[in-house]
């Protein structure tokens, strides 16, 4: 009989579970940021932590609603669990910036194309490939423009291995360096 297709559901994210990301500029390979993420707090709808010195907010099903460079407010859903290779969706939000102003609404369209082998720093891992497609518009002036986020999300990391974000100019490459879950 055929394997079972691969299904992710919201992974049980715990209190001192943490992560390291190291991102990129694409062309250069330039190391753009190296950000450190530990769970201080788990509610029944969002996860608390520190983000490099700051705090961090995000929803049970991984969302990322608030970091010290900004804050994300509407349906923010780059994941959508339960996961699974065919799975679509749309989303929309907007993000203010904290560390430089900005302000932009942003559309998705969404798509789980494949569940693959991803190797990163902190190892490889099966993953769920979901690429995004969007739109934005700024919110201050004229400004508007597309991009297009593809999110590798790996069950056993309780999160995104692997993101590559590309918007034209700006493009980025963010890998997990380096991981502890608790058991």
């Given at each position: 009989s055929p394997a079972p297709l691969p299904r992710a559901d919201v992974p049980a994210i715990k209190v001192g579970d943490?992560?390291?990301?190291?991102?990129?500029d694409r062309r250069t390979?330039?190391?753009?940021?190296?950000?450190?993420?530990?769970?201080?707090?788990?509610?029944?709808?969002?996860?608390?932590?520190?983000?490099?010195?700051?705090?961090?907010v995000q929803s049970t099903s991984l969302a990322l609603l608030e970091t010290p460079e900004f804050k994300r407010s509407g349906d923010v859903r780059f994941l959508d669990f339960p996961l699974e290779v065919g799975k679509k969706w749309s989303f929309a939000f907007t993000q203010a910036g904290k560390t430089r102003p900005y302000e932009r609404r942003w559309q998705y369209d969404t798509?789980?194309?494949?569940?693959?082998?991803?190797?990163?720093p902190a190892g490889e891992f099966d993953a769920f490939k979901i690429v995004s497609k969007g739109f934005w518009n700024s919110l201050r002036d004229k400004n508007s423009g597309s991009g297009t986020t593809i999110n590798w999300y790996a069950p056993a990391a309780r999160g995104v291995v692997k993101t590559e974000y590309d918007e034209g100019r700006?493009?980025?490459?963010?890998?997990?360096?380096?991981?502890?879950?608790?058991?």
């Open positions: 943490s992560w390291r990301w190291i991102r990129s390979g330039q190391q753009e940021a190296d950000t450190l993420r530990t769970v201080k707090s788990v509610s029944a709808t969002t996860i608390e932590g520190e983000e490099n010195g700051g705090g961090y798509e789980v194309v494949a569940y693959e082998k991803v190797k990163v700006n493009s980025t490459t963010t890998v997990l360096s380096e991981m502890q879950l608790q058991p």
